[in-house]
């Protein structure tokens, strides 16, 4: 069984049949745009965070911190998006 495949492309579940193809590869497009825009903002939130550190600026660090918190929110749950969907599809 090819894992990686899940990871690349998301099965859409139960909206494989209702959406074409040209719709489905825009979805699947977006979805790695959002996971690559998270990521991005990831690392740009602990290269700030560990300037602010760095410079014992801790009014600075606490507004990193919380600057952090929806990007690491939307990797997981882009990371979690085939999981999901493939458990919802399974039930029956």
């Not at 209702?18 to 719709?23: E, F, N, T």
């Not at 489905?24 to 560990?50: F, P």
């Not at 014992?56 to 990797?75: A, C, D, H």
């Amino acid at each position: 069984m090819n894992w990686y495949k899940y990871f690349t492309s998301p099965d859409l579940g139960p909206f494989n049949d209702a959406l074409s193809p040209v719709v489905q590869t825009l979805l699947r497009a977006l979805w790695w745009g959002c996971l690559v825009w998270a990521g991005v903002y990831v690392v740009i939130g602990i290269a700030r965070l560990a300037s602010a550190k760095q410079n014992n600026r801790y009014e600075e660090m606490e507004r990193e911190k919380s600057g952090l918190v929806f990007p690491v929110i939307s990797l997981v749950l882009l990371g979690l998006a085939p999981a999901i969907l493939n458990a919802v599809s399974s039930i029956k």
